[in-house]
């Protein structure tokens, strides 16, 4: 039979000297190197597919004698320990002397890090075998991104100590991010949660290794505590009436001429942008409108207001005016260091010539939007129904090419 004739005999080739490996830690990295494959092309609930995966190799494997086969059974059991069968999984004759160290660690530390803006946590646990034969004290690092809601990316590394002391010198050194120790139960919740809706994403993000190390990532952050004390409950956010009367008032918005605005049409243009804002911030995870970023304004400028807004000239005048009081404004209610405040506006200012050429293309722009933006374009106001249907009816033709 070909290694590669059933999805089972390649894991068996390709797992073909695991019990030749130094300790325990080698064996688990291959282990979940393997089944990335499987998580990475599956179509649906890949933590589930993953998980039937286990179960049927386990499954068609039980009468392998061989001490890889009994080896890598034995790998995949400790990975998946809810896979079926896993339980049942026993020992080999030939297994090497570090089985008995799979799975078998401990939390050494917990710790998160990320930027001020509050784009991304990076969660850091580092583990420890039970004995030696195991292995070396090991990270785990989960980044979880907040503007998508997802665990964008899982790490392992075998140096805790120096993967550690390489994130304590980064922060320092950067004003823009923060590290701190972090609560077991908390990184254990924060990283399943948005790790949940990473393994439902038809596509998974292109970098990182996600796919790979997921499955031994999962395993060691379960050994964690499970949360056990509710989040501390935050102040509401203030109305989006409140936020743009406040925004509006602000020194902000006069450093950049918003209060001089007088003209009906600027006004409504002005009133316009800002509730933009306030409606691109309400799609965000959280839906914090204060938590503005470099990146939530590329977010915003350059693909979401092309796809959810139609903008006249007006409009597309007033916007970057808005935009960069706003940074201004968000960055100084939530007491960001003045580094930050300056980093956003220069990132902003780069932004607009292409936000320009986007608005002047039309090429983000979605179906419906371009719809909206023809018919005011040819006179007739979207909120006229009748004159709607009068429109659709005199150009059906054209909708049906």
Request: charged fraction near 25%; glycine fraction near 6%; hydrophobic fraction near 45%.
């Amino acid at each position: 039979m070909s290694p590669s004739s059933t999805p089972f005999e390649a894991v068996l080739h390709a797992a073909r000297d695991v019990a030749k490996l130094d300790c325990a830690l080698d064996a688990e990295m291959l282990g979940t190197a393997l089944l990335g494959s499987v998580y990475s092309i599956a179509e649906a609930d890949r933590a589930a597919a993953v998980r039937d995966f286990v179960g049927e190799f386990l499954s068609a494997t039980t009468r392998r004698r061989t001490a890889a086969a009994t080896t890598i059974r034995e790998v995949f059991a400790a990975l998946v320990p809810d896979a079926a069968g896993a339980a049942e999984v026993r020992r080999g004759a030939q297994a090497p002397s570090w089985a008995a160290e799979l799975g078998r660690v401990r939390p050494t530390g917990c710790y998160a890090y990320g930027d001020v803006y509050g784009d991304q946590t990076s969660y850091l646990v580092t583990f420890a075998y039970e004995n030696e034969d195991g292995g070396p004290e090991h990270a785990v690092v989960a980044l979880v991104d907040h503007n998508i809601g997802i665990t964008k990316d899982v790490f392992v590394g075998s140096s805790a100590e120096r993967i550690l002391q390489q994130v304590r010198e980064m922060c320092a050194e950067d004003e823009l991010t923060w590290f701190r120790e972090e609560d077991p139960g908390r990184v254990r919740d924060e990283v399943d949660r948005h790790l949940a809706i990473t393994d439902g994403l038809g596509a998974l993000p292109a970098d990182g290794s996600l796919a790979t190390d997921r499955a031994l990532a999962a395993a060691r952050l379960a050994l964690l505590p499970s949360a056990s004390t509710p989040p501390l409950a935050e102040p509401p956010h203030p109305s989006h009436t409140e936020l743009a009367r406040d925004f509006l008032a602000g020194p902000e918005a006069a450093e950049f001429g918003l209060d001089k605005v007088s003209a009906d049409d600027e006004l409504a243009s002005l009133h316009f942008c800002v509730s933009l804002l306030l409606d691109h911030a309400a799609t965000l995870p959280g839906a914090d409108p204060l938590r503005w970023s470099p990146a939530v304004a590329g977010l915003f400028l350059l693909d979401w207001v092309h796809r959810r807004a139609v903008l006249d000239m007006d409009d597309a005048a007033m916007l970057p005016k808005v935009t960069r009081a706003w940074s201004a404004y968000s960055t100084r209610r939530r007491g960001l260091p003045e580094a930050a405040t300056i980093q956003t506006d220069e990132l902003v200012e780069e932004m607009i010539p292409e936000f320009a050429r986007l608005y002047a293309t039309g090429e983000r722009r979605s179906p419906a939007t371009a719809a909206v933006a023809q018919l005011i374009s040819e006179g007739v106001d979207p909120d006229d129904h009748e004159a709607i249907d009068a429109w659709l009816d005199a150009n059906r033709h054209r909708l049906d090419e």
